[in-house]
């Protein structure tokens, strides 16, 4: 690795970022009698304004963003003998939910532009067994909703929404839960709204929410009192302390995500004009883009050579970290002779073979700075790819 000497390394808005809201809401709680959902109503509050601000009929705030998807996937009926297709560029977790509901996730290619799922290539994977095709709204881009929508007419597969990135993102004006489907969320520290972990899905009728609530909580009716366990479910009850964080999070939420979009759009120009540099592309119909990263490629880059350019980074102070590689080359990924060998799946996967070792991103915190500072970042990017 050959280094620019660091002058003096860059300085971005810290994440995750509270204030009064989470402080006094957290004090609240910390007096209030129970500290569960069912002694409090922070957790009913919660969900009721993130329901509001996607458009949802309700919604279910969980422990974190996997069992939000494991509990969705539950609602739908999935489990041993189902299909779940599953972009292969993402992270672990929209795979590992689907294996813990004893179904099989079916990696499919995504688009070499957005980095969303290729849903042609989708069609092409669904078989009598398919139940569900679950796209990944990449760095809060939402997929190609329209064609997903023709897919789930023509085939009669459900779509799930792993929404992990995409908090207050649109699709043609609509909000997340207004497209219909049910959309899974994350608030892990590094999500673009945070309780340090937690997960909500929105859905989109009584009768999911219905199973939702009583899945999540052991099988058990609001109120219940006498162990009534009407289905089969386990504990994913978000506690009262996340709820209170949350709801000050959300009192930040759009304003920053207003912020993003036009910094994204800066920091996007400066970075595609780097020779060797390609900015994820932006499909216009998806009108809020979150901007859960920032994300580029370096086609034909090597890996050691990315991770040189991370670790430089890094040095300069910037936020970076090399891409997820392809689920279906880590430990974590089924394992069995549904899938086909590693080989098999990645020979109608090469999209996601490339993006896989070519694509680096970017922390949102990013997207908070001043743009002189973003013009620093291009500079120093800049510096740094032709030097590694
Ligand atoms: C973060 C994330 C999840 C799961 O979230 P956790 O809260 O960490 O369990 C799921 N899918 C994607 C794409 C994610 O980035």
């Known amino acids: 690795m050959s280094s620019i000497p660091v002058q003096s390394p860059l300085t971005f808005p810290a994440w995750p970022q509270h204030g009064a809201e989470e402080r006094e809401g957290l004090l609240h709680v910390l007096e209030q009698e129970g500290w569960w959902r069912n002694g409090g109503s922070e957790v009913d509050s919660f969900e009721r304004e993130f329901a509001d601000l996607h458009g949802a009929h309700r919604a279910i705030a969980t422990t974190n963003g996997t069992h939000a998807l494991e509990l969705a996937l539950s609602v739908l009926g999935v489990g041993p003998g189902d299909e779940v297709i599953v972009p292969a560029f993402t992270f672990i977790a929209t795979s590992l939910a689907v294996q813990r509901v004893g179904a099989v996730p079916v990696p499919c290619d995504v688009r070499p532009d957005t980095y969303n799922l290729d849903v042609e290539a989708a069609a092409r994977l669904v078989t009598p067994r398919t139940k569900v095709v679950m796209p990944v709204h990449m760095a809060g881009q939402l997929a190609d909703m329209d064609a997903l929508a023709e897919l789930a007419a023509a085939t009669g597969v459900t779509v799930l929404q792993d929404a992990a990135h995409a908090h207050s993102a649109r699709w043609r004006g609509s909000r997340v839960g207004e497209l219909g489907s049910i959309a899974a969320f994350s608030f892990q520290n590094g999500k673009l709204m ?76 400066l970075l595609g004009a780097i020779p060797g540099v390609v900015p994820q592309d932006r499909d216009e119909r998806c009108d809020r883009m979150a901007h ?85 970042l291009a500079e120093v990017f800049a510096d740094v790819v032709a030097a590694n």
Not at 257 to 262: A, I, N, W
Not at 308 to 328: K, N
Request: include cysteine.
């Open 292 to 376: 859960y990263m920032a994300m580029v490629r370096l086609p034909g880059i090597t890996r050691d050579r990315r991770l040189a350019v991370v670790d430089a980074l890094l040095e300069h102070g910037v936020p970076a970290f090399v891409a997820f590689p392809p689920v279906y080359r880590t430990a974590g990924y089924f394992q069995g002779p549904a899938v086909g060998d590693v080989d098999e799946i990645a020979k109608r996967c090469p999209v996601s073979e490339e993006i896989g070792s070519d694509c680096l991103w970017l922390h949102h915190r990013v997207l908070l700075a001043d743009t002189p500072v973003l013009d620093r």
């Open 194 to 269: 945070t309780a340090g972990e937690g997960g909500a899905v929105l859905l989109p009728d009584d009768e999911t929410h219905r199973e939702a609530y009583l899945r999540h909580g052991c099988g058990r009716p609001p109120g219940d009192r006498l162990y009534a366990h009407l289905t089969q479910g386990s504990n994913f009850r978000m506690n009262e302390f996340s709820a209170t964080v949350l709801r000050g999070q959300l009192s930040r939420l759009e304003a920053q995500v207003t912020l993003r979009e036009e910094r994204s759009r800066h920091l996007a120009a």
